[in-house]
Every structure is written in structure tokens, then in C-alpha cells.
């Protein structure tokens, strides 16, 4: 399905968008003039402190219909936020610093079940922090065959990276509307109501951050160009959606507000925006644009060097959490040990694979729609059979790797906890992982060279 819906480019602009249908509705020269263009009410939604420096302040102004305030009484979604799926409640279960590998998780089947949105399809895998504090993360995976009807989320508690492995999504925000398929990624940040449309069943990761937003990481030596070039990222353009007709079924507003969902109930769609202005916006990414660097003489290059975005910490260099990808590439380096060295990291690895085979895992364990966590300082590398292959005669010539393949990993410097759902709810955590480096043998010899 091609994607014929219009996006601006770039990351971190200010952007400005009028729904085609009616030109001269962005307040020219002002934020908030004393009656707006067509009668809309003016709404500023702030993704930083207002006082927040003016390199890092993000804002947008929305000028809509009603105001976002337009709802009833928030009150407990009991269904939807039940402890074994979406949680935040890190002390439930014992720490785990195994490694830890998953089957895919299970899409429900609309035989099987009833309908299961993206909203009731939340399950949380493994976080650390609070909200609350605005510190943490939460990495989560999304299981549905329904779309969102009648029915908008926001997430008052982070922003969300989603990355889609099984399904096209198509996303409303309060924006406009993207369309984000497997291989592309999108980010709809805190306080931006969303829906999602989706064509089947649909299975996805999402990377939940509570504090700072995603950014470029910095090119040092690299220079000016690479990796993730920001005029790739799209912004969706603005769409007004006028449904003041169905006066019998609520909108159900969905809020994620410190780890729980919560439900309002208003009349018209929160998707009432006619134009807007700004650089606090959703976006989507295509995977497939990513300018790789790798070394092209020996030795293999530290996983930085896959970063599309990082949400960086306080401490310089230090992320909160990266997102990496592992993209078909050339491999031509000489004398080296070619995939990813044996290490322990400072840093929690949680992994995924949104289609083909991992180089450095077997394609057995590691399928698409599963994953992998490797803690902090828990040891992890290549499997016995991919050691064997890579340093025995292999000749190494250049050749490509990864063709049809996309792995990520989201890279925190959190310790995390693992859920119950994960541990046992789902299933599909593989008792059998550590076998697969079992049979790596002791060659050291001291007789020879
Ligand atoms: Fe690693």
C-alpha cells in the first residue's frame, strides 16, 4: 500500500501546517490573537519547561475546534490496565540478570479472542524508574487485530518510540495522520493523542522513555552527514476530522498517567485540529534511509555507530535510551573477527528483530516478532556455531550482511526489571537460551602459536 498522505521534512523544525480545505487558519504574526482565524481556539502544548533553553525548548500551537479540555471526569480503565500486561510496577517480581531470549510474542487471532486494539494490546516486557520522577523507561510490545474505534490514547507519562514489525499502522495524531510500515519507526511524544488504525493483525515494540525526548545523536569525527539524516524524518500535515454528527457514541479519551490508563468520555474527535505551528510533533522514520558507517579495515566497530536516535541523559555521552539498528551493510574488514565481539556492557540491551536473521544469533531462537534482553554486565556474544563459522577458514572477502534482516536494540543505561507477563504470562521466554553458547570450546593451546 503506498503511502499518499503529505508530510513535512526535517527533525526538530519549526514547523507550520494548515489543513488544505481551509487556507488563512494559522493566526498570522501570533500565538493567541484575540479571536482566532474561523472562530478556533488557540492551545499551546509543551513538551519542555517553558523555561527550558531555547536550543532544547519544544512547543506547539494548536488551533482547533474545541479546546483538548472539552471531556468528562477521567476514571480508571480496570480492563485495560491490568497488572499482568501494562505496568510500571518494577518491585513485582525478583531481579533476573539471566540472559533472556523470546519466542515471538502471540498476536491474538480474532477467532480466539475478542477484538484486541492497540490500546488493550500493551504489554509491558521490562522497565526501571518512576514516572512520577520523570526517570526511566519502559520497553513494551503491542499485540492487536482491531483498530482504535471512537477511541484516542495519550501518554501523559513519556514519549513513545514504536517500531512495527508485523502490520501497517496507520496513526491519527492530533497533527495529522502517518502511515508507518514494518522497517519504518515513529514517535509520538507526551501529551499527543493518537489512534491506530491497523489492516490485520499487528505486533510491534515500543521504546517508552519518562524524561528528555529522542534527538540525533552528535556525528563528532564523522562530520556534518551520516546516519540518520534529518530531512528524512516525516511530520504528518494537518487533517481536521468533523464528526460533530454522531451524537450517540462517546470518544473515549485514553490517558497513561503514572503507569495507568485512564478514560474521559467527550462527544466530538479529539482530531479537530484545522492548523497548527511548531517543533513539539510526531514523526515517523524510514529504516531503510539510515547512512551506515562501519569500519572498512579491522576490528568491528562498537553498536554506536548503528544509533538512529538517542534520549540523552544528564550525564554527556550518556543515554537514557538509544535506539540502534543493525541494517544490511558491506563486511570487508581484514585479520577480524567479523560479528559482534563477546562483552559485558554498563549499559541493559534489549533487542528485537523486525524481519530476516540476525547474523549473530540462530535463526531458530531469534525470529521476528521475538526478543532478547542481555542486563548490565551480563555476559553475551555470538553463539557457538556463528564463533565456529567467523574465526575458522572463512575466507574474508567483502560480502553483505544482513540483506532482508533488521534488528534493533534499545540501549539504556538503566538497570531493568523484567515483568511477570514477560517471565511467565507470555509464554514464550526460551528456558533453553543459554545452551546456544554451551558448545564454544577451549582452544587455547600451549603448545603453538
Ligand atoms: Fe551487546
Known amino acids: ?214 534527538q540525533l545523536p552528535n556525528l563528532g569525527p564523522i562530520g556534518a552527514n551520516g546516519l540518520a539524516n534529518p530531512r528524512d524524518f516525516l511530520t504528518p500535515t494537518a487533517h481536521y476530522e468533523d464528526d460533530d454528527e454522531d451524537e450517540v457514541n462517546d470518544y473515549l479519551i485514553i490517558n497513561k498517567y503514572q503507569g495507568r490508563l485512564f478514560r474521559a468520555a467527550q462527544r466530538h474527535s479529539p482530531y479537530d485540529v484545522v492548523a497548527w505551528h511548531g517543533n513539539y510533533v510526531p514523526y515517523k522514520y524510514n529504516l531503510e534511509r539510515f547512512m551506515v558507517i562501519n569500519s572498512v579495515s579491522f576490528d568491528h566497530c562498537d553498536p554506536s555507530i548503528f544509533t538512529v536516535l538517542t534520549c540523552p541523559s544528564d550525564k554527556p555521552g550518556t543515554a537514557i535510551a538509544d535506539f540502534v539498528i543493525f541494517p544490511p551493510r558491506w563486511s570487508v574488514q581484514e585479520h577480524t573477527f567479523r560479528p559482534p565481539y563477546y562483552h559485558r556492557n554498563c549499559m541493559s540491551e534489549f533487542m528485537g528483530l523486525i524481519r530476516g536473521s540476525y547474523e549473530a544469533k540462530d535463526r531458530e531462537g531469534f525470529q521476528p516478532g521475538g526478543a532478547s534482553l542481555h542486563s548490565m554486565m551480563t555476559p553475551h556474544g555470538p553463539d557457538a556455531a556463528c564463533y565456529e563459522a567467523a574465526s575458522g577458514q572463512a575466507e574474508l572477502r567483502p560480502e553483505r550482511v544482513a540483506d532482508g534482516t533488521q534488528a534493533f536494540m534499545f540501549e539504556t543505561y538503566y538497570g531493568l526489571a523484567v515483568t511477570e507477563w514477560a517471565l511467565r504470562g507470555c509464554q514464550k521466554l526460551d528456558p533453553k537460551y543459554q545452551d546456544c553458547w554451551r558448545g564454544l570450546k577451549k582452544n587455547f593451546k600451549t603448545t603453538e602459536k
Open 1 to 214: 500500500m503506498r503511502d499518499e498522505l503529505k508530510y513535512l521534512s526535517g527533525f526538530g523544525n519549526e514547523f507550520s501546517s494548515e489543513d488544505e480545505r481551509w487556507p488563512g487558519s494559522l493566526p498570522p504574526g501570533q500565538n493567541s490573537p484575540q479571536r482566532c482565524p474561523r472562530g478556533l481556539y488557540a492551545e499551546q502544548l509543551s513538551g519542555t519547561a517553558f523555561t527550558c533553553g531555547r536550543a532544547d525548548n519544544r512547543r506547539s500551537w494548536l488551533y482547533r475546534a474545541r479546546p483538548s479540555v472539552c471531556h468528562g471526569p477521567f476514571e480508571p480503565v480496570a480492563d485495560e490496565s491490568g497488572p499482568e500486561h501494562l505496568t510500571d510496577d518494577w518491585d513485582r517480581t525478583p531481579p533476573n540478570p539471566n540472559q533472556l531470549r523470546w519466542k515471538p510474542f502471540e498476536v491474538p487471532t480474532r477467532q480466539d479472542t475478542d477484538e484486541v486494539d492497540f490500546v488493550r494490546g500493551l504489554h509491558t516486557i521490562c522497565g526501571a524508574g518512576d514516572p512520577r520522577a520523570r526517570a526511566g523507561l519502559a520497553v513494551h510490545v503491542y499485540l492487536c487485530n482491531a483498530s482504535m474505534r471512537r477511541k484516542a490514547l495519550y501518554n501523559s507519562d513519556g514519549d513513545f518510540l514504536i517500531v512495527p514489525q508485523l502490520g501497517p499502522l496507520l496513526i491519527t495524531t492530533e497533527f495529522g495522520r502517518m502511515r508507518v510500515e514494518s522497517n519504518e519507526i515513529c514517535v509520538v511524544q507526551r501529551g499527543m493523542r493518537f489512534s491506530v488504525k491497523v489492516y490485520g493483525p499487528s505486533r510491534g515494540y515500543i521504546l517508552e522513555v519518562y524524561d528528555n525526548h529522542f
